[in-house]
């Protein structure tokens, strides 16, 4: 769901991190220019309001666990 | 726990825990935090460390973490020449990192540092412009904790960083995606040298390691560019370990007992690591080494330094980015020189195609590859022009250049 107030140029794009191929080795938000993505004790989470759809961290996850979706 | 701590160090890794002592035995009180509840694990690394660094700290390798004692190397070329190093002695060991960074973090402690685990970081906090604390969500509540000096020794992916300015997100270029598995029931040919397989093929802009754990157990993983898009780095594992001469003969038989993770920053340490009331360390601060990614010794030493500059800092009440500059200009003078050969040959390396570095695997020995990595020169032009092979003499030329040859 687009959040109504985001001010980020509007893309229909979303990073989507697949929870069970995950290993949280943080490779996708090293990279992410807006910190969309946010580490948590045993997960990461995509901020949708900050992620703007580039899909950067695509290139970089080792194991493919991230892919864009549609918002 | 006291409310106003003197120093606050994120991240209790290598590196956090090293600072950590460095700063208690300088005299100052530490608390060290971090956003897991379990120290060392997951483990996402190579697990290899030189006994140069944990020397130089002062800080010895926890005996229950080693698994095996190398000698050197053996490095593969595209082609499969193979170099090998080996010293008379022991030079390094491969680790458990679950166990190393644990034991670490609890000397740190038991030297006197307070803990708090299950501290997510959510923003630091300044006065006048210097940071003087960090706000962390710990057993659900918002907590501000105060400090003197905070010290981000939180990974690649530093938060404190990114939050006091010192670094940007990493570009894909600079850093490098890796996956590893560890292995049970290999069949190494050597038990005392790491193994590295170098190849477009292989492992575009990075390499492959196989890593003697003992009991015929290895940490066996990749790192590859991260602007590679053709197959992730888990696919070029997996596709060695299937296809490749070297993993046929030695791990047919082996059984994945874990799976990591994990990334790295290749393009050397961060332009600074200071500012007012606060500092980097270990992979925060870019401290990897470009070519061969280790980076616990550059932590423990760099760490050790940082936190005794820190201590001194607050004993003398100036916390600007002035006086903690002494920590920049200590590690600079120990490892400056060699974070900026060792990028510059990086970037030869990323340039020179498969067959150029099969020949030069044909005219260098493990001695010379010591020497690069650590930015020194060689004696192999010589034998390069030798060859009469325009391609080797080019890569001569420009090793020339940057004064290696």
Redesign the interface.
């Given at each position: 769901m687009p959040p109504t107030t985001s001010t980020k140029k509007s893309t229909k794009k979303l990073a989507d991190i697949d929870g069970e191929l995950c290993?949280?080795?943080?490779?996708c938000?090293?990279?992410?220019?807006?910190?969309a993505i946010e580490?948590?004790?045993s997960y990461l989470i995509v901020i949708p309001e900050k992620c703007t759809g580039c899909g950067?961290c695509v290139?970089?996850?080792?194991?493919?666990a991230i892919t864009l979706i549609e918002r | 726990m006291s409310e106003k701590n003197c120093v606050i160090v994120v991240g209790a890794g290598p590196a956090g825990s090293s600072t950590a002592m460095g700063a208690l035995r300088a005299g100052a009180a530490v608390t060290i935090i971090d956003?897991?509840?379990n120290v060392g694990i997951?483990v996402?690394c190579g697990e290899a460390i030189g006994k140069t660094g944990p020397g130089l700290a002062e800080i010895s390798v926890p005996e229950e973490s080693i698994r095996a004692t190398v000698r050197g190397f053996r490095v593969y070329s595209p082609g499969q020449i193979a170099v090998d190093y080996a010293e008379k002695e022991p030079s390094g060991y491969i680790v458990d990192r679950r166990v190393f960074d644990k034991e670490l973090f609890a000397r740190a402690t038991e030297a006197g540092a307070d803990s708090l685990l299950?501290a997510?970081f959510l923003d630091i906090t300044r006065s006048k412009g210097v940071v003087n604390g960090v706000i962390v969500r710990h057993d659900g509540q918002r907590k501000t904790l105060e400090a003197k000096v905070v010290i981000g020794a939180d990974?690649?992916?530093s938060q404190i960083a990114?939050f006091t300015g010192l670094r940007?997100?990493?570009?894909?270029a600079d850093?490098d995606?890796?996956?590893a598995y560890e292995m049970a029931n290999c069949e190494l040919e050597v038990t005392d040298l790491m193994e590295f397989l170098l190849g477009n093929e292989v492992s575009p802009r990075g390499y492959i390691w196989i890593f003697p754990k003992g009991n015929g157990r290895a940490n066996v993983g990749i790192g590859?560019g991260?602007?590679?898009?053709t197959k992730?780095?888990?696919?070029y594992l997996d596709h060695f370990l299937k296809h490749h001469d070297v993993a046929k003969r030695q791990l047919s038989q082996a059984k994945v007992i874990e799976?990591?993770?994990?990334?790295l920053?290749v393009c050397g340490p961060n332009k600074t690591n200071v500012v007012d009331g606060a500092l980097l360390v270990g992979d925060a601060a870019g401290h990897v080494h470009p070519i061969t990614g280790g980076g616990m010794g550059y932590a423990m030493v760099c760490g050790n330094i940082a936190g005794r500059v820190t201590a001194e800092c607050i004993m003398k009440g100036q916390v600007s980015a002035k006086h903690l500059q002494q920590y920049e200009d200590e590690w600079r003078k120990i490892y400056g020189s060699e974070f900026e050969q060792s990028l510059k040959l990086r970037e030869l390396i990323l340039k020179t195609d498969d067959a150029t570095l099969d020949k030069l695997a044909g005219i260098v020995t493990g001695e010379s590859i010591v020497r690069m990595t650590a930015g020194k020169k060689v004696k192999i032009f010589m034998k390069a022009m030798a060859t009469g092979d325009k391609h080797l003499i080019a890569l001569m030329n420009e090793l020339r250049k940057l004064r290696m040859v």
């Open positions: 290993g949280i080795c943080q490779a938000a090293t990279v992410c220019p807006v910190n580490v948590t004790e950067v290139k970089v996850c080792p194991v493919g | 956003r897991k509840t997951p996402q299950g997510r990974g690649v992916n990114r940007k997100s990493y570009k894909p850093i995606s890796c996956f590859i991260g602007t590679i898009e992730t780095a888990k696919e799976k990591r993770v994990g990334a920053p």
